[in-house]
């Protein structure tokens, strides 16, 4: 479900899919592994509309959709 999320050009639809592979994967507790990361913690847009910046060993990801932001540590 998340390749298809990932392939899809729709960002609506890319949307969809990523939050029905999460409601799948936390209803039969399994995790959706690094592809996870790629999508809006918040919103769930998809990785066309996020800015991914490297700052002092964070990777600093910030939505373009609804404008938020965090980290994610990053090892060299």
Request: charged share 35%.
């Amino acid at each position: 479900m998340l390749e298809a999320a990932l392939k899809e050009k729709d960002p609506e639809r890319a949307k969809r899919y990523f939050k029905l592979a999460k409601r799948i994967g936390m209803r039969n507790k399994v995790r959706l592994g690094k592809e996870k990361q790629l999508f809006c913690r918040f919103c769930g847009a998809p990785p066309s509309s996020l800015q991914i910046r490297l700052k002092q060993g964070d990777r600093v990801i910030i939505c373009k959709k609804c404008g938020r932001s965090w980290k994610i540590p990053f090892k060299p």
